[in-house]
């Protein structure tokens, strides 16, 4: 019992950072522009902003990414414990 505790537990965990990540990204999904169209005569400047919208956009994508499959595997190992007899 106290492994499938923990597992629920973790998978919990996951949960709120899945949750998270999915509100970083629609954020900045929403806020893009702020980035892409930034408000400077200074190319480099713009074009760092724009940068940094398209990198923050690939890790929270990437951070949504990772905890899924992080959450599949959990599943994968709470089918093995429960096929083995301990639950």
């Not at 408000?39 to 724009?50: L, M, T, V, W």
């Not at 890790?59 to 639950?87: F, P, R």
Request: proline share 1%.
């Amino acid at each position: 019992m106290k492994n499938i505790n923990q597992v629920e537990a973790t998978n919990i965990t996951l949960e709120t950072v899945l949750g998270l990540s999915q509100t970083i990204n629609d954020l900045l999904s929403d806020s893009i522009t702020l980035f892409t169209e930034y408000p400077s005569q200074d190319n480099g400047k713009k074009y760092r902003a724009d940068r940094l919208g398209s990198k923050l956009l690939a890790l929270s994508a990437a951070s949504i990414q990772m905890t899924e499959k992080a959450q599949g595997q959990i599943e994968t190992a709470i089918q093995s414990l429960m096929k083995g007899g301990e639950e």
